[in-house]
């Protein structure tokens, strides 16, 4: 929740995350939990997708179901799984196999927003 909160001692982004959690309107959960399940109705954001397998990305996408609208962030050039590289891992995967799907559609953002530092 921190992190979804910006975390810099403000306590009002924790505040509307809990309260969105209470309300039923959002649910973090780690992917561990997701087999067998079917997600309708949702819009549905997985961060940090470069470290996902090809396998795991085909797991989360089978199991969106009706009316859901499902998002992929990452960045292929920044991996922590030894196992992949920027061109084996699970976000370059799917964007190659989705580029021609009328449904699909990515966006490769050129600047970053961190830093000079981290640029």
Do not use: C, W
């Not at 992917?31 to 989360?60: C, M, W």
């Not at 196999?97 to 981290?118: N, P, Y």
Request: net charge negative.
């Amino acid at each position: 929740i921190d992190f979804l909160a910006n975390a810099k001692g403000d306590k009002a982004g924790e505040k509307v995350i809990s309260g969105l959690e209470a309300m039923g309107l959002l649910k973090i959960e780690a992917l561990s939990y997701i087999r067998g399940r079917s997600i309708s109705g949702s819009f549905f954001i997985v961060d940090e997708a470069q470290n996902l397998t090809p396998h795991e990305i085909k797991t989360i996408v089978t199991r969106v179901g009706k009316d859901t609208k499902i998002v992929f962030t990452g960045d292929p050039y920044q991996i922590d799984n030894p196992y992949l590289d920027a061109e084996s891992n699970g976000l370059t995967y799917l964007a190659e196999r989705f580029r021609s799907v009328s449904i699909s559609g990515h966006i490769t953002l050129k600047k970053g927003e961190r830093s000079e530092l981290a640029e």
